[in-house]
């Protein structure tokens, strides 16, 4: 299941490379820069209840982020994980006892960040496992981490939108993926009325890796709901 993480970075290559790592795992992430753009952010996030964890750097361009714990802390349920390179244990012991859940300090693994996220997650009783991130079938070889797609062992270019949607459909591979979800997750929220865009990326994905795109085996419509990538277990 997606959830939504609020992550709060202000170093351009470690917050685009956290945001790949969270997105490969499923889950939507809102990115800010700055206190100001995380406040912003959580205000609009809490306000239709869709946050589901932040992630929070303390030395930000405009004040601490410990700032932002203190405001977030009346919100019950949402967790809270400092990310930083401070790494003085009075000052991981004061903020864990302000309520953040936990406190890594950088630099760290991004093995660790997601254990750790879904250890936040689980204490509050929502278990959330690791996502399926490569899958073989029917010749096509998907390895997500790796950005790398091959067809009966010859790789595959694919634009960033073609992999994107291609990824939404191997986490929930043998599932159906519904037009507005995958509208949603590869476009933004505000896409969800244009299926248009789904037809013509997913023809472009059927011309790529499908021997027949006008009978295709792997990537399948479900008429009138949405699309899915045939299971590797059939």
Do not use: N
Request: contains cysteine.
């Amino acid at each position: 299941m997606s959830r939504t993480v609020l992550l709060v970075e202000d170093d351009r290559e470690l917050r685009a490379t956290l945001r790949e790592a969270l997105q490969v795992e499923g889950h939507s992430v809102l990115a800010a820069a700055s206190l100001a753009d995380a406040r912003l952010l959580a205000r609009q996030a809490l306000a239709s209840d869709a946050l589901d964890l932040v992630l929070l750097d303390l030395g930000l361009p405009d004040g601490d982020g410990s700032q932002l714990l203190a405001e977030l802390r009346s919100r019950p349920g949402l967790p809270l994980i400092v990310i930083s390179a401070r790494s003085d244990e009075e000052g991981k012991v004061a903020l864990l006892d302000a309520g953040a859940d936990d406190y890594l300090v950088k630099p760290f693994s991004l093995a660790e960040l997601l254990a750790r996220l879904r250890v936040a997650w689980r204490h509050r009783g929502r278990h959330v496992a690791p996502a399926l991130t490569r899958i073989e079938v029917g010749g096509l070889c998907v390895d997500l981490p790796a950005h790398r797609v091959t067809r009966d062992g010859r790789e595959v270019h694919l634009t960033p939108t073609e992999f994107r949607l291609l990824a939404r459909l191997v986490r929930q591979a043998g599932q159906v993926v519904t037009h507005r979800q995958l509208l949603a997750d590869v476009w933004g929220v505000s896409f969800v009325e244009h299926t248009h865009y789904l037809r013509l990326y997913m023809g472009q994905l059927r011309a790529k890796l499908e021997d027949e795109p006008g009978d295709p085996q792997l990537l399948l419509t479900e008429p009138g709901i949405g699309y899915r990538l045939a299971d590797p277990g059939v």
